[in-house]
Nanobody, 115 residues
């Protein structure tokens, strides 16, 4: 059973930074892709950033230039560095990992940005 455990969320003032971590119970290289999604109250879950096993990266428009996804293969961990945060970034952030026939989700970590 794959486990993804997020950490690093919290309360931050607008303009501040946070770094989220997602620790996987299996090698991050065993997944076709890993990424981050977020869900704000009353809204659908949306993609934030995704990295393929080959290292190609895609970001959602609203976070381009502010967020950076990265991974540490030795630690089986994926990170999301979030800079210049705004109240619109407030959401529960979920780690996601995928293989051909399965997707896995973490439990989510709350990020709250005050104005």
């Amino acid at each position: 059973q794959v486990q993804l455990v997020e950490s690093g969320g919290g309360l931050v003032q607008g303009g501040g930074s946070l770094r989220l971590s997602c620790a996987a119970s299996e090698s991050v290289r065993s997944f076709s892709f890993m990424g981050w999604y977020r869900q704000a109250p009353g809204k659908q879950r949306e993609l934030v950033a995704v990295m393929s096993v080959t290292g190609s990266i895609n970001y959602a428009g609203p976070v381009k230039g502010r967020f950076t996804i990265s991974r540490d293969n030795a630690k089986n961990t994926v990170y999301l560095q979030m800079n210049s945060l705004t109240p619109e970034d407030t959401a529960v952030y979920y780690c996601n990992a995928g293989r051909t026939l399965a997707q896995y989700w973490g439990q989510g970590t709350q990020v709250t940005v005050s104005s």
